[in-house]
């Protein structure tokens, strides 16, 4: 879509339309004052005519100075009014510019960002189909593979549709969350919430030898079960994921004014300053060669978990130090009887 030819097609139309209220409104005062004009120059001719006689003075001719008057008159009216639309026309281009940019700067970020979506999904998705096809046309080409090649073939094929299933099932969550399709809102224990991700996620940090230490108080909040439940499974096991073996990780949960606040706090490797503006962002992934996490996500997990605040209009934040470890921090309202 050419955004450029679109501003230009507004500011067209907003200047349409003010120099179509402009011209008319114009239009009417000429006739207006103009027969103003008319009308004051009878009067004084009424008058005229009872003086002139008595003065002795040529009357006929004082009419043609007054025509003559009249005319001026109008033709600086006209004069006037030209150079007024002149300038309206100047300026509402240049304010109609500004607005027409206005308006559709944002949709233009939304079509880029929707493109950039659709392309980023594109080549996730291509990865693994290309690898695929690639194994399957060596080992057809192969004539003297054996049932043990086969199947370790189908092994590695069974591999990428585990990372397609997995990409397509983020890709579903977020249209999910972005679209708002979850249930309805209901009161809940957010710390109840809090406690089943820990337990969902409880194998993966056992694998690690983390010391998950988690301080939770009983507060109640209005929201959906099933996705707070995947927002703190998704924060969680990234804290799992970049924790360096044996270290821990602090889960908290405590009211701060009106809002219940959930943090999620490791001692893994960090994020940049740089990156912290960006790891909401969709498919973004932090380049991970500098340390040895090794980590087969997409770049979806933190946006999906963004989606999800959003529906409950609530905050989350990022504060984190490169190699000391990172705090994810979750505000939401609490309900209003405190919880
Ligand atoms: P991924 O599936 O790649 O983990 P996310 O959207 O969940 O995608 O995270 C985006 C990026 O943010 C990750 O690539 C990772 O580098 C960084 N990140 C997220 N959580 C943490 C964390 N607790 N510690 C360090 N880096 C993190």
């Given amino acids: 879509m050419n955004f450029k030819s ?47 006689p008595r003065l002795n003075n040529n009357f006929p001719e004082f009419e043609q100075l007054r025509l003559m008057q009249i005319k001026e008159s109008n033709k600086r009216i006209r004069n006037n009014l030209v150079t007024v639309n002149l300038l309206i026309l100047v300026l509402s281009t240049v304010v109609s510019y500004f607005l027409a940019r206005r308006t559709l700067e944002p949709i233009e970020e939304m079509v880029e960002a929707q493109n950039r979506f659709t392309s980023d999904a594109s080549h996730e998705l291509r990865t693994p189909l290309t690898a695929m096809k690639a194994e399957i046309e060596v080992g057809l080409r192969d004539k003297h593979s054996s049932i043990n090649d086969l199947k370790e ?9 585990g990372k397609l299933e997995a990409l397509s099932g983020a890709l579903l969550k977020l249209a999910k969350y972005k679209e708002n399709i979850i249930n309805e809102f209901a009161d809940i224990n957010l710390k109840e919430v809090v406690e089943k991700s820990l337990k969902n996620v409880a194998i993966l940090a056992q694998e690690k ?25 998704i924060l969680i096991e990234n804290a799992i994921k970049y924790s360096p073996q044996k270290s821990s990780i602090n889960i908290s949960l405590i009211k701060e004014n009106d809002k219940a606040v959930v943090k999620v706090k490791d001692q893994g490797v960090g994020i940049s300053s740089e990156d912290q503006k960006r790891i909401f962002d969709r498919f973004y992934r932090v380049d991970q060669s500098r340390n040895k996490i090794k980590s087969n996500g997409y770049g979806l997990g933190l946006s999906i978990a963004k989606s999800i605040v959003d529906l409950h209009k609530g ?25």
């Fill in 315 to 339: 905050t989350i934040k990022v504060t984190s130090i490169l190699g000391e470890g990172s705090e994810f921090a979750v505000r939401l309202d609490l309900m209003q009887d405190g919880g």
């Fill in 209 to 233: 030898e983390l010391n998950i230490k988690s301080d939770l108080e009983n507060l109640k909040i209005k929201g959906e079960k099933d996705s707070l439940n995947e927002l703190f499974v």
């Fill in 153 to 161: 073939l189908l092994k590695s094929n069974l591999e990428e549709i």
């Fill in 6 to 52: 679109s501003y230009i097609k507004l500011t067209l139309f907003y200047v349409l339309i003010v120099m179509v209220i402009s011209v008319t409104f114009s239009i009417l005062l000429y006739d207006v004052s103009s027969r103003e004009i008319d009308r004051g120059l009878g009067h004084d001719n009424r008058i005229m005519q009872e003086v002139m």
